[in-house]
């Protein structure tokens, strides 16, 4: 920093001691006021002042109180040199704007001492400014041109504000679409769109009293033409330094094409892409957030499964099928209310949830008119299905919503089961403790599938099958149970269900196949080798791909004698997949088992179809049996059966035989086998072994007498 210095003093030997001292610096001098009034005029960049007060013309006073008048004089520096003794003139020197008072005779040392240290702090305050200068340049380039809304505001209110109160950058402006005067005029509050505002004022609060001194939020101004644009926006507290007294700042970035990403993305995860509904997963969030916030008095799920879908997808393609749900998807829709929101979770499944309803009544008419809807709509293509209710426990503190949906599936299940035409079943504790049961087989099954060790033991009983021609056992049918050390004996129809439902039937079923084949070889170890098993077989299991490679090893490994096995399979196999079907049965008869077809008559393939199936013998189901106990004989189709079998080659097999007159009538009707309490139950291995020993050693004769 340059320092130009002028030295006024009326006297020439001062002037040239001063002169000769200061050489270091920039030295000027005037003899009188007047002469340094005019140097003053022709330099502007003086910085210190050697002022002597007793002048002519001028004297030293009269130039203090000529440069007080003039604001670019502030910063200059006035030392008074004088030969003025009295305390006075130094009090009204230095008020009238010296900074300092040397008195002559000049002491050549201490003034220059003295005017080393006004050289200094000159130096300092000129170093000092320029800090400033930059900063400020630095400030207004960054507020000017960042590319994010800077605000910044003295008030603490947001809406009343004036002109002074508000700095706003261009980016703030172009953003809000609004100008600084717009701004000051509306007050953010009323430019903040509804749904943000109680979040942002309450933010505000707790950041002007002191609680917070920053928060950060998405939020939305609303434009002048009424669209709305999305920020991310930081607002923070500013502290205050010296009379600069603002509030807080706030930083807004425009985020709307981030925003219009992700809402697309949110709707995409949100809902069905086919029905344009809400899916599964929304509804997941939505429960979990209401069961959070309680905000609603009742909440209730409704599922509605549709049934045959599967079976119109064989036959009429995905397309149609797909058409369909739309159709339904539509009508359902139809139904929505703010209250009553539609999801499609499943192909075959939507889920309405309901908040805010009266009572059970309302749940009830509002299925019924669901059902209405349904039936009409599906008319034509005989789809069926069933609807469940499922009250939710407000007061419950964790919801498990996977075990809540899942007891609402079991609900419409269970009605779909019951009637198949839309009736409803409201989920209940009879309900909870069918599904908690049914979870604890699972637990049991999947324990033994996995060979964990458990008391749970899964063994079989043999049931002998009697040839009606030669009165004498022919077979056994293999019979699985479970007996649960928690649930004690547990029936097939029960735990072979949810072994199939769960897939573990093919573990299951093939440790059945093995226990099997060892009482195959018992029996072969006893003589008995002519003696088949036969052995149910589900149609998951057939339907594996692994299942006859797998079989097949294991009868090479357990050398198991091919002609003395059968496998029972049921009917209703052969409704989803006939040719696939047909197919492994023609692998498995062709090594010279024997197929039989497990309760023929109650399922889908009809006696017209009968010559499809490609099996050796048809086990009449008990129903038909059954019947034979009607007093009206003549109207029993069990004798056609019979006869129509044989026909198409078929051996028959009579099951549940319980009374000596349906044995009667199966004989005359030439029946070829019988099983049934009537012969015996299903018995453990070493009865049943022993049973047979007795029967062929002609201690039992059943009633029957050989052809
Ligand atoms: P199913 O294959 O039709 O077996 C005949 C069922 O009728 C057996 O019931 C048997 O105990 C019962 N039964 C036999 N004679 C009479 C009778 O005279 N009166 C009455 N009331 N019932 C009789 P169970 O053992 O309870 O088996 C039920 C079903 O469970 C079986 O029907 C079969 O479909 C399935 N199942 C049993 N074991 C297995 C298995 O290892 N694998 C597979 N996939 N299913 C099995
Ligand atoms: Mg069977
Ligand atoms: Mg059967």
Same mark, same amino acid.
């Given at each position: ?540 299991? !057939? #339907?594996? *791909? %692994? ?7 294991? /009868?090479?490994? @357990?050398?198991?004698? =091919? ?64 019947? !034979? #106990?009607? *007093? %009206? ?7 056609? /059966?019979?006869? @129509?079998?044989?026909? =198409? ?59």
């Amino acid at each position: 920093m340059l320092i130009k210095i002028l030295v006024v003093d009326d006297s020439a030997s001062d002037r040239l001691i001063i002169e000769t001292m200061l050489t270091e610096y920039c030295v000027l001098t005037a003899c009188d006021g007047v002469e340094a009034m005019r140097i003053f005029e022709e330099h502007d960049d003086i910085n210190l002042l050697i002022l002597d007060l007793n002048m002519p013309n001028m004297n030293g006073f009269q130039v203090l109180e000529a440069l007080r008048e003039e604001e670019r004089f502030d910063k200059l520096r006035i030392i008074i040199l004088t030969n003025y003794d009295e305390l006075d003139n130094e009090i009204k020197g230095l008020k009238l704007g010296a900074v300092d008072y040397i008195r002559k005779p000049i002491h050549m040392e201490s003034l220059r001492a003295r005017i080393d240290v006004h050289v200094a702090l000159l130096r300092a305050n000129h170093e000092l400014e320029q800090k400033l200068d930059e900063k400020t340049f630095t400030f207004d380039m960054v507020f000017d041109q960042a590319p994010i809304g800077i605000a910044i505001s003295y008030s603490s209110h947001p809406e009343k504000l004036d002109e002074a109160m508000v700095r706003v950058n261009p980016m703030f402006e172009q953003i809000t679409g609004r100008t600084k005067e717009e701004l000051i005029n509306a007050g953010w509050a009323k430019i903040t769109h509804p749904d943000d505002l109680v979040k942002d004022m309450e933010s505000f609060r707790k950041l002007q009293a002191g609680e917070i001194n920053k928060y950060s939020m998405g939020k939305r101004y609303i434009k002048p033409d009424g669209s709305t644009v999305w920020v991310y926006m930081v607002v923070a507290s500013l502290v205050p330094i010296g009379n600069n007294q603002p509030n807080h700042i706030c930083l807004i970035q425009d985020i709307s094409e981030r925003k219009q990403i992700e809402m697309e993305r949110k709707y995409i995860s949100e809902h069905d892409r086919w029905t344009g509904l809400y899916n599964r997963d929304y509804l997941e969030v939505l429960l979990a957030n209401d069961a959070k916030q309680k905000r609603s008095s009742s909440r209730a799920v409704i599922g509605i499964d549709l049934s045959n879908i599967q079976f119109l997808t064989a036959n009429y393609g995905f397309i149609y099928t797909q058409n369909l749900i739309k159709k339904a998807a539509e009508a359902l829709a139809q139904h929505c209310t703010d209250n009553r929101l539609l999801f499609h979770t499943h192909e075959n499944r939507f889920v309405f949830y309901l908040v805010d309803y009266q009572d059970r009544n309302e749940l009830i008419y509002f299925c019924d008119a669901i059902a209405k809807t349904l039936e009409s709509l599906f008319a034509i293509d005989r789809i069926g299905g069933g609807i469940g209710i499922l009250e939710i426990d407000q007061d419950q503190k964790e919801v498990e919503i996977d075990l809540l949906l899942r007891r609402l599936l079991i609900a419409s299940e269970m009605s779909n089961n019951m009637y198949g035409k839309f009736e409803t079943c409201f989920y209940d504790e009879e309900l909870e403790a069918l599904v908690t049961r049914e979870r604890d087989v699972m637990d049991a099954l999947a324990a033994i599938a996995a060979e964990k060790p458990s008391n749970d033991e899964l063994f079989l009983q043999y049931q002998p099958i009697i040839d009606l021609r030669t009165g004498s056992i022919c077979s056994f049918e293999a019979l699985a149970r479970l007996r649960s050390e928690k649930l004690g004996p547990v029936p097939p129809v029960e735990f072979i269900p949810i072994a199939e439902k769960t897939k573990l039937i093919n573990p299951i079923g093939e440790k059945v196949i093995i226990k099997a084949f060892h009482f195959i070889n018992k029996l072969k170890e006893l003589g008995y080798d002519a003696i088949g098993v036969s052995i149910n077989i589900s149609a998951i299991q !057939l #339907l594996n *791909p %692994d299942f006859t490679d797998r079989l097949f090893e294991l /009868i090479g490994q @357990m050398q198991v004698n =091919l002609k003395n096995i059968c496998l029972e399979i049921t009917e209703s196999v052969f409704v989803s997949d006939h040719d696939d079907i047909n197919n492994i049965i023609d692998k498995l008869r062709y090594t010279g088992m024997e197929i039989a077809i497990d309760d023929f008559g109650t399922g889908y393939s009809s006696l017209a179809r009968e010559k499809e199936l490609k099996v050796d013998s048809l086990k009449i189901d008990k129903c038909f049996i059954d019947k !034979l #106990l009607d *007093p %009206d004989l003549d109207r029993s189709i069990t004798s056609d /059966i019979i006869s @129509m079998a044989h026909k =198409l080659g078929h051996c028959t097999i009579a099951e549940g035989v319980e009374h000596a007159n349906q044995l009667q009538y199966l004989k005359k009707h030439g029946c070829d086998k019988i099983q049934g309490f009537l012969i015996s139950r299903p018995l453990d291995e070493e009865v049943a072994l022993d049973f047979l020993h007795r029967s062929l050693s002609g201690s039992l004769t059943f009633g029957l007498s050989a052809e």
